[in-house]
């Protein structure tokens, strides 16, 4: 890995969470092609390992780190492993995301799914960006891109169910509009949500008609969007969704 005469990473730093399968594994392998060092997140440092000797084998930088996105401590942790090793942050991948009430009624959820998912949906989200975005504003750049779904839009609703997880990202569409507010003084760092669409995932199940490759790209476009970009926006397939 290029390093400068600090021992510091000259090449752009990534931080992908949830990162050890999937949509987070292909947008891991995407940024690396890029020439960009990936960190890849996992609950278990083990899961991220695996990814990290793929995108190694091909030529890319990578390393993994045990990261539980709602926790602060270990958010903490991350940053000042960023800082000590890398002195750098540039894009942050909130990836990470769980939905355990598909297809259930929003009269029969329990209040606990309810609060584990906004657990780690929206408060994860919030925590990952509170610890890290020190670094970026240090470096005066950064890429903050916030995996929702189209299922959260307002617009397109037209069924019901799924409570938990739609009412979650939609909060997220809202932290993320919000987050790129009080970041409006500050144009290097842009922050966008992006909609993979329906990917043929654990989460999206064989019948899904997207590869994942086809559901990293808006994100991975998100990730490395050049000067002057827009901020506060919702995407998919590169283009402007509605809220």
């Known amino acids: 890995m290029q390093k400068n005469e600090n021992n510091q990473t000259c090449r752009k730093v ?7 399968r999937g949509i987070g594994a292909q947008v891991s392998r995407q940024l690396a092609r890029q020439g960009i060092h990936v960190i890849v997140t996992a609950r278990q440092l083990p899961q991220a390992q695996q990814l990290v000797d793929e995108i190694v084998s091909e030529g890319g930088s990578a390393e993994g780190f045990c990261l539980e996105v709602s926790s602060p401590q270990n958010a903490h942790a991350l940053c000042e492993y960023l800082r000590q090793h890398h002195g750098r942050l540039d894009i942050l991948v909130n990836n990470a995301g769980i939905a355990v009430d598909q297809w259930v009624s929003g009269f029969d959820v329990s209040l606990d799914v309810m609060a584990q998912t906004f657990n780690t949906n929206v408060t994860g989200v919030l925590n990952c960006c509170q610890q890290l975005m020190p670094l970026m504003r240090e470096g005066g750049y950064g890429r903050v891109v916030n995996v929702s779904t189209e299922l959260a839009s307002l617009t397109g609703m037209e069924l019901g169910s799924t ?66 970009a827009g901020s506060g926006g919702l995407y998919r397939d590169r283009e402007p969704y509605p809220w």
């Open 14 to 20: 990534a931080v992908v969470t949830g990162a050890n």
């Open 163 to 228: 409570v938990a997880y739609r009412t979650s990202k939609a909060a997220l569409n809202a932290l993320t509009k919000l987050l790129s507010l009080e970041l409006k003084d500050e144009p290097g760092i842009l922050i966008n949500a992006a909609c993979p669409g329906w990917v043929k995932t654990d989460l999206g199940g064989d019948q899904a008609p997207r590869t994942v490759a086809e559901g990293a790209d808006t994100i991975v476009w998100l990730a490395t969007l050049p000067a002057g």
